[in-house]
């Protein structure tokens, strides 16, 4: 895949302001372009929502004839253009083996049929008789609603592992602490769980962050040689495990193999880590340089951080640095979207802070617009002072922003969502009768999922909210269930949560799916 120029979009008039182009390579049996098609937000009749739809151009007639029935969405009203609904589209097919992912992921390395996809309002729209390929920004799916859910155990994770991402095709990654105590970055996939750790990059462990619908998955692993700043910027020994010394790097992993992206300075910097990757190819997330910013290194205190790292943005493994705010040292980049946006936060040094993943204080929830542009979101009352700070977690297509704030006591942290909309948080409650809520994670319908914890941060509850309203996900469940929920950390367009559990003694950490009944 490859881009050429940059859009810019005029979100007040909604009109196309330049063209970017993609160039994408699909092995297909055939193909249909529709090549006058715009979008609108209008009632699907079969998602019982407003949701994206293509408003079709003429001489459509032999078009409705050769589409497949199913859960694809398509009516024509008594006045007005064919519609198509959007996320029945982007319903992902089932494949029973990881081996056929890959087979659809090499797709796109084979020449044999090369389009060039207009991502404005006036996208073309590629059919296929048997399905449906739309070459486009990633768009809301039919979600269902319903609960309670079906809960599956994706297994034992251990002290030092845990899930973080789930697809809207159901693939899901995360680590998993293995019987050598070193972390392994893995795959979840149709409730295997798929090694993806060696050769790796040449050290012992490796975490899996982000991953797309394409079987691409980043993260973060070490490499052979021993830090020389003696940093642990990936969090390996504040988890548990004593033995990783190594310098860490951000990774991309597709099809069997690991590479590592380059860090700042010309590739100079020690360490870095991939957050997360959009259906493009496009990887967030931080990479050191190679100026001190973190005068206060101290391991016996948990302060392992000397050199300073930013937000950065790969594409095509070219690395781009994103700016902090109010001059920070240190930020990381954690999310993006399909339009281009990211966020993350910035903020100063500090101990390694587990519900980050980073050595920082976190003092600015940052969203980068598409030209890089940053915004402060603001806070829910907290200062720079606050014992927790603030942070953004994630971002859906719509831009709208979830992470968690400090209260104006400077002690207790809600969840919030943002949203352009209104431009400023909005603040998530906890469960009713706890402290502190954080979320994670959002779908594009706004369910948004994490946790609702007590107030001395030790007892955590599984917690999603929809239409800002908070539920205890461990009540949504089989009653007999061999797990308690503590965390949802990611939510697809289908409905389906990843997130991590424990056994019912607390004694043992596991990852989890759950899939609302119906799906």
Not at 162 to 182: A, C, F, L
Not at 318 to 339: C, F, Q, R, S, Y
Not at 487 to 508: H, K, P
């Amino acid at each position: 895949m490859k881009f050429a120029n940059a859009t810019k979009f005029n979100r007040k008039s909604g009109e196309a302001m330049a063209v970017r182009t993609t160039k994408i390579t699909i092995e297909t049996e055939g193909l249909l372009v529709i090549r006058q098609a715009r979008t609108v937000v209008t009632w699907c009749p079969g998602c019982q929502a407003e949701v994206d739809v293509v408003l079709l151009g003429e001489d459509t007639a032999q078009l409705l004839n050769g589409l497949p029935t199913g859960p694809l969405h398509i009516w024509s009203p008594p006045e007005g253009p064919v519609r198509i609904c959007l996320p029945s589209l982007m319903q992902p097919h089932n494949p029973t083996t990881f081996n056929k992912l890959k087979s659809r992921a090499n797709a796109r390395q084979q020449r044999r049929r090369t389009m060039t996809v207009i991502d404005t309002v006036k996208k073309h729209i590629v059919l296929k008789r048997a399905a449906v390929v739309v070459a486009a920004l990633c768009w809301p799916l039919c979600a269902s609603a319903q609960a309670p859910y079906t809960l599956v155990d994706l297994g034992v994770v251990g002290p030092a592992g845990g899930p973080n991402h789930i697809t809207n095709n159901d693939i899901s990654v995360g680590s998993v602490q293995g019987s050598d105590g070193s972390d392994h970055a893995v795959i979840y996939f149709n409730q295997q769980t798929i090694d993806i750790s060696k050769p790796g990059l040449g050290g012992a462990n490796s975490l899996a962050y982000g991953n797309n619908p394409w079987g691409e998955v980043v993260g973060g692993a070490n490499i052979a040689n021993v830090d020389p700043g003696k940093e642990d910027f990936c969090g390996f020994q504040a988890l548990g495990i004593a033995t990783a010394t190594a310098s860490c790097r951000p990774f991309l992993w597709w099809d069997g193999q690991m590479i590592a992206l380059p860090t700042l300075d010309h590739n100079h910097g020690n360490n870095g880590v991939a957050a997360a990757i959009n259906d493009f190819g496009e990887v967030v997330g931080a990479a050191e340089n190679t100026t001190p910013g973190c005068p206060t290194q101290n391991p016996t205190a948990y302060l392992n951080q000397y050199y300073q790292y930013k937000p950065v943005l790969w594409r095509d493994h070219a690395i781009e640095e994103l700016p902090t705010v109010g001059g920070d040292p240190v930020g990381t980049a954690v999310a993006i979207n399909n339009h281009g946006e990211v966020v993350g936060m910035t903020g100063t040094c500090g101990p390694f802070n587990l519900g980050l993943g980073y050595y920082m204080n976190p003092l600015h929830a940052v969203l980068w617009e598409k030209d890089g542009k940053p915004i402060d979101l603001g806070s829910l009352g907290g200062n720079e002072q606050s014992l927790m700070g603030t942070a953004a977690k994630d971002l859906n297509s719509r831009g709208h922003v979830v992470g968690f704030s400090s209260l104006s006591d400077n002690v207790t942290i809600n969840a919030f969502l943002w949203t352009r909309e209104t431009g400023k948080m909005k603040a998530l409650a906890p469960i009713t009768g706890i402290a502190n809520s954080m979320a994670i994670a959002l779908n594009d319908r706004d369910e948004v999922v994490g946790s609702s914890i007590n107030s001395t941060f030790t007892a955590l509850t599984a917690t999603i909210w929809k239409n800002g309203v908070p539920t205890n996900l461990n009540t949504l469940i089989p009653a007999n269930s061999s797990l308690y929920l503590v965390f949802g950390c990611s939510i697809n367009s289908r409905g389906q949560i990843l997130g991590l559990a424990t056994n019912l003694a607390g004694t043992e950490y596991h990852a989890y799916e759950l899939i609302p009944v119906g799906e």
